[in-house]
């Protein structure tokens, strides 16, 4: 199993540009979520979902987008970059069964840098 | 009040010690309790649940206090390889898949 991927690992934008930062998972898992690490900072939740055709916001969710059209893909589309958007993001998956929904499994980051 | 709050630190330690800190957390109600660990530049990986009073994996174990709403980590017999970020996690109530995270405490273990 590759658990979860994330593509690109780096990625520099210009203010304004739009892009996508891909996620997938093959471990079945019904969550999947999105979050910022900023320095200083816990990681905070842009999106989640808890399964194919549902996704709602969390703690940051201007500025992003998602959907999730299968279990295993869950993209995250940043609409018009900022500089604020600068970080670290790290994509995750969970299973609903019993009680490992806080045992997430996450990617290994897309460092993005907008300027 | 942040939900999740941790000691930044950090500890530096010598090998062969014990660490201990601490994370507090706001919500009375929440039942499960998760440390993860992260190293420099990496993805956090899961170190230890808490579902009950607390969990002991090899020299690492977790107390969960709920009367003062705090979860320690204790390292003993410090190692090299232990020296990371740890990261306090409380799902939310009553949708526990939405984690809070505190912003992490740095051990860092000398030779």
């Known amino acids: 199993n590759a658990g979860v991927t994330q593509t690109p690992k780096f990625q520099v934008l210009k203010t304004g540009q739009s892009m996508t930062l891909q996620c997938a998972q093959d471990m079945n898992h019904e969550y999947m979520s999105w979050y910022r690490q900023d320095p200083g900072m816990g990681l905070r939740l842009i999106h989640y979902s808890v399964g194919a055709g549902i996704t709602d916001q969390g703690e940051v969710p201007n500025g992003y987008n998602v959907s999730r059209s299968t279990t295993e893909d869950f993209p995250l589309r940043l609409l018009s970059a900022a500089p604020s958007q600068t970080s670290v993001y790290f994509c995750a998956s969970s299973s609903k069964r019993g009680r490992a929904e806080g045992e997430q499994y996450f990617g290994p980051g897309t460092r993005l840098t907008v300027t | 009040r942040k939900e999740v709050e941790q000691d930044p630190g950090p500890f530096n330690v010598p090998e062969g010690a014990t660490v201990a800190f601490n994370c507090t957390y706001s919500n009375s109600a929440s039942q499960s309790f998760f440390w993860y660990r992260q190293d420099c530049r990496k993805e956090p990986k899961l170190l230890m649940s808490v579902y009950s009073s607390g969990n002991e994996d090899g020299r690492f174990t977790a107390q969960l206090n709920r009367a003062s709403q705090y979860i320690s980590l204790l390292i003993r017999d410090s190692k090299l390889s232990d020296s990371a970020t740890y990261l306090c996690?409380?799902?939310?109530?009553?949708?526990?898949?939405?984690?809070?995270f505190g912003a992490g405490t740095t051990v860092t273990v000398r030779a």
């Open positions: 996690v409380v799902p939310g109530v009553p949708n526990d898949y939405k984690l809070s």
